[in-house]
């Protein structure tokens, strides 16, 4: 099994709600746990030496003001399909809970939502692009 794809189950994980992953290709198996976050009184060692070594750093709180962030390393697509309309462009009016596109990782979909009602003001990235965790998607504008 390969660091890249450790790595892409580590975001997935992240990314979900879920409590643990577990994951076997060949001979190999893989269980990811995800423990409660430590209290302020007390510190937790990471899980694993690959948890420790991909950790992000510590950063201000949510993205910078204006920018929605991808929650996970994977494939972009700003459509439904090939074919279809992108879910948003620049100029487009967006409501919280409303699609903006999606990041497919390990054959996985997982929709990027918006968080407020705010105008597209720029997209960053393209369908078909492969982005990491955290890689800038869109700017956010408030809505007129």
């Not at 709180?61 to 090939?82: F, M, N, R």
Request: charged residues 20%; proline residues 10%; contains cysteine.
């Amino acid at each position: 099994m390969d660091l890249q794809k450790i790595r892409e189950l580590i975001d997935v994980l992240m990314a979900s709600d879920l409590a643990e992953l577990e994951f076997a290709e060949g001979e190999h198996k893989l269980r990811l746990v995800r423990r409660a976050q430590p209290g302020p009184s007390r510190k937790q060692a990471p899980a694993s030496p690959i948890a420790a070594k991909n950790a992000p750093a510590a950063t201000p709180a949510g993205p910078p003001a204006g920018q929605v962030l991808s929650p996970l390393y994977g494939i972009v697509h700003l459509a439904a399909s090939p074919d279809a309309s992108p879910f948003v462009q620049p100029g487009d009016k967006v409501h919280p809970g409303q699609v903006l596109c999606i990041v497919e990782a390990m054959k996985i979909f997982h929709e990027v939502k918006a968080d407020r009602s705010a105008c597209i003001d720029e997209v960053f990235v393209t369908s078909a692009q492969e982005i990491e965790a955290g890689a800038p998607l869109f700017r956010l504008v408030p809505a007129d």
